[in-house]
């Protein structure tokens, strides 16, 4: 397996770019390839498709609550599936966060648990700044390795950022057969216009894009590829991640749509905006399924990294205040408190998934890899920190108490863990230990740990257990 290539002097020929580009391949075979998807579908495992936002906050969408964003095709996947009230991201911060949901290992043990790493893994530069990150180790399971391993044909679209500076991290050599996306790596492949973009490991020029040219949006570009994937694979099981940027800084799009006539301030008529292509996005996917013919036979998650605002600067606050992002939860992403851990998770499976259901039993990014095997209808044969949620999602209404744990670096260490309705926090570079009733009181507004020292003292022994140290978190308890 080679290194990613430079090919920039070649242009990106094989990436349909925009929508309209894509009608007429739309079109094309789609009568007679429809009626044999749709026959064998029902004999076969379903197809798996997991659309992860970036820096979306559960507060920024009608389903949960939004009233200034509209988000018809979300709110509709929510109306039409189960709507989780309490789920949970891996981290507060993108790369570990990730890297949960691709391997099924929390913080405690995953092998990216922050976006920069304390000692080993690779040193690399983003613009001037000397940076240190962890990668995704070569062999380590994930999701798409096992499933791969089960026959499914596999796909990342979008966002990788698991691959640090290490050029050979890349998602084909961790169980995806197409990648077609942006690298942490590589600077010109990032951005809401990029000027490059990922075929497998060959990087090829955006049309329009380079030189920077304003031509072809990034948000567009990872909605018509994660369609034409699922067109081109429709006879065959298939795992798609559908890795959106949106609505993660800087605040970029081409048109403020719906939201330009709005008497708000620029920065907020383009996060809306952003959603607005975001759900636009989600959309045409779910209209592609229903086209082929896959509907019943395609489980469909949404859900996001973790909690809102991509800085704590003063324009990003006021953003994020203004359309309510983070609802009554504490704290922002970078934050161990719920407004830096929850996001949204809606899934969706017309005739097994009952419609319209709300669901409080807690649960996170780990979660993903054991529930996804469950879904394939396989035994887990890796060790993993989660757990498979297909009862759940099928309607069997037992609940179950775990153990759930998040630990971070920013900007020092710290970490958290909920046990049914406790929630503990050792805040940055403490020893304290606080404790909160999520049941009684999910603002995290009053510390209890004086009044219930039995909790805290259970609580405390699990930290020390749940975490092991790594050689790029070396720290010990």
């Not at 964003?69 to 911060?93: E, V």
């Not at 990668?135 to 499933?147: C, F, G, H, I």
């Not at 989660?386 to 020092?412: M, N, Q, V």
């Amino acid at each position: 397996m080679s290194n990613p290539t430079n090919a920039s002097e070649t242009a990106l020929g094989n990436m349909v770019a925009r929508r309209t580009l894509l009608a007429g391949t739309a079109a094309l075979g789609l009568a007679g390839g429809v009626a044999q998807a749709a026959s064998t579908a029902a004999s076969r495992s379903p197809n798996i498709i997991y659309i992860i936002a970036d820096d979306l906050g559960v507060y920024d969408l009608g389903c949960y609550g939004q009233t200034k964003i509209r988000t018809p095709n979300i709110d509709r996947m929510a109306s039409q599936g189960m709507q989780f009230t309490q789920a949970y991201g891996g981290a507060p911060i993108c790369s570990p966060s990730r890297c949960a949901l691709m391997t099924g290992r929390h913080m405690g043990h995953a092998s990216i648990r922050d976006n920069f790493a304390l000692a080993g893994g690779v040193v690399g530069y983003k613009g001037q700044e000397k940076i240190r990150r962890a990668n995704l180790p070569d062999q380590e399971p994930t999701v798409a390795s096992l499933l791969k391993d089960q026959g499914y044909v596999t796909g990342l679209v979008g966002k990788w950022h698991l691959d640090g500076y290490a050029p050979a991290a890349v998602p084909t050599r961790h169980g995806f057969d197409e990648f077609h996306g942006w690298l942490t790596q590589t600077e010109k492949t990032q951005g809401y216009f990029p000027e490059k973009w990922y075929e497998g490991t060959t990087l090829l020029d955006v049309p329009g894009n380079v030189g920077e040219g304003r031509a072809v949006y990034e948000t567009d570009i990872v909605t018509d590829q994660s369609c034409d994937f699922i067109r081109r694979h429709r006879q065959k099981p298939f795992f798609l991640t559908v890795a959106y940027n949106a609505p993660h800084s800087p605040y970029v799009t081409p048109a403020e749509g719906d939201y330009g006539g709005e008497p708000w301030g620029r920065s907020e008529k383009t996060y809306a905006a952003m959603i607005e292509f975001l759900d636009a996005g989600v959309g045409s996917i779910l209209r592609t399924l229903e086209e082929l013919g896959l509907d019943e036979n395609t489980v469909v998650f949404f859900s996001s990294d973790h909690g809102p605002r991509s800085e704590p600067t003063a324009e990003q606050t006021d953003v994020v205040t203004f359309f309510n992002s983070h609802g009554p939860l504490r704290g922002y992403k970078r934050e161990l408190y719920e407004g830096g851990i929850r996001v949204p998770l809606i899934a969706r499976w017309p005739g097994h998934i009952a419609a319209g259901v709300k669901e409080d039993t807690p649960v996170y990014h780990p979660d993903f890899l054991p529930t996804a095997i469950g879904l394939a209808g396989k035994s887990i044969s890796v060790v993993t920190d989660g757990h498979d949620l297909t009862p759940i999602l099928l309607g069997e209404r037992g609940s179950f108490e775990r153990l759930l744990y998040w630990e971070t670096y920013e900007p020092a260490f710290w970490q958290a863990a909920r046990h049914g309705k406790w929630k503990i926090v050792r805040p940055v570079g403490s020893s304290r230990l606080e404790l909160y009733d999520l049941a009684a009181d999910p603002s995290e507004k009053r510390d209890v740990a004086a009044k219930y020292p039995d909790i805290v003292s259970k609580f405390s022994a699990m930290l020390v257990t749940e975490h092991r140290p790594s050689r790029e978190y070396p720290i010990a308890l």
